[in-house]
């Protein structure tokens, strides 16, 4: 993993994150060798095929060698585990650098930051074995180059495939194995299009989540109680009495009027490109996907009824409700802005940082044409 120096590492446990999630995560789907083999195999072939699909669709062309400078991974949980850690390491270690510095000032504060650093770890680790059976695909946008884990030397993201969740949902689903995996595949190569297409969008959600950090008040003991709440729920073993704050999740526990502002911008980035991926994948699945609204329809089934009330209470902490509403509410703002202005018109939304939707805009797709397309001249805003 990259290194972020002593103060970062004292915060959290890095290694001990990786090996407690490793160690908790539920074992994958029952399948022989030759069968896993044939399914990378797959993963690989269909992650390369979306890619002209999603770009005759869209209109958008990577940059370059944009595409090839960021790798694609087919990955199983652990390995998703230890993608993730080395990414939270790499975007947090600004804001665990300034609390670790603020903490070893105090009497005490060293012993402190070794024992709470164990503790966060543990923690840590037991929310992403949460996570990691649940990940079918991810786009890392700022992911480092591990010894395991290969990615872009130009500090670019790589996409990962996560095969024993794919292989779990589709046998749950009951659909065609090779129609699902493609359909997720166009999902995901839908995410690798829109940063290596849009070269500025990286450091523009770089710049906006370390300044949501950045204005981070929290005492650190505060912060560490939220992520042991979290903890407790996944393990059922929250303490007698204790009632906790319900329905509210960990990034709106923390938030300052600062972060609000930040955080409002961040969710209507975030609904933009969740939706326009489950947009294309949809758009596209006619032609490449046959029985693509048999699986969509099944997989929204899945997505709103969860997995009981513990995963309901963990979905709620973690935020994960907020994420089903991005791409619910993205997809409709990409549906109505094609529907009046056609693709190229829409594609004005990755003209800079201005041109991005609002969270506001994001509800009212009107707005947005109204304030880009301005009426009569096709001026751009």
């Known amino acids: 993993m990259t290194s972020l120096g002593g103060a970062a590492t004292g915060m959290v446990d890095w290694n001990l994150a990786v090996t407690t999630a490793t160690r908790l995560v539920r074992p994958g789907p029952e399948v022989s060798r030759d069968e896993a083999r044939a399914v ?19 209109r958008m062309i990577p940059e370059g060698a944009a595409v090839e400078d960021t790798p694609v991974l087919v990955v199983d949980r652990a390995g998703w585990v230890r993608a993730n850690v080395a990414g939270f390491r790499e975007l947090l270690g ?11 000032a105090a009497p005490g504060g060293a012993v402190l930051g070794a024992v709470g650093g164990k503790v966060t770890g543990v923690e840590l680790g037991m929310l992403l074995s949460f996570l990691a059976s649940r990940v079918l695909g991810q786009y890392e946008t700022f992911a480092p180059v591990t010894r395991e884990l290969p990615g872009s030397a130009a500090g670019g993201g790589r996409l990962l495939l996560v095969a024993p969740n794919i292989v ?44 949501f950090l950045g204005a981070t008040e929290m005492d650190p003991m505060n912060l560490l109680e939220r992520l042991r ?9 929250r303490p007698e009495g204790e009632r906790g704050e319900e329905g509210r999740s960990l990034v709106e526990l923390v938030q300052t009027p600062e972060q609000r502002e930040v ?4 969710t209507a980035v975030m609904s933009l490109l969740e939706g326009h991926a489950d947009y294309v994948m949809d758009g596209v699945g006619p032609e490449v996907v046959p029985s693509v609204a048999e699986i969509r329809e099944k997989f929204q089934q899945r997505r709103a009824s969860g997995a009981g009330r513990l995963d309901a209470a963990l979905r709620k902490l973690l935020g994960l409700d907020a994420k089903l509403r991005q791409y619910r509410d993205g997809e409709r703002f990409v549906r109505a802005v094609v529907d009046q202005v056609g693709m190229d018109g829409f594609n004005r939304v990755w003209t800079s940082p201005n041109t991005l939707p609002t969270k506001a805009e994001i509800a009212r797709p009107a707005d947005w044409i109204a ?3 301005r009426k009569g001249t096709g ?3």
């Open 371 to 373: 304030r880009v397309h």
């Open 40 to 58: 990378v195999a797959e993963l690989r072939e269909y992650a390369r095929t979306s890619e002209r699909h999603v770009r005759e669709f869209t």
């Open 229 to 237: 709440e979290a903890a407790q729920s996944l393990a059922g073993a």
């Open 94 to 104: 600004p804001l665990l650098g300034r609390i670790q510095d603020r903490r070893g």
């Open 168 to 211: 779990h949902v589709e046998r749950e689903l009951g659909v065609v194995p090779q129609d699902f995996r493609m359909w997720v595949c166009l999902h995901e190569e839908t995410h690798r299009t829109q940063f290596t297409a849009v070269p500025w969008l990286r450091d523009h959600l770089q710049g906006e989540i370390q300044s």
């Open 263 to 266: 955080l409002g911008r961040l």
């Open 379 to 381: 001026e751009q805003a």
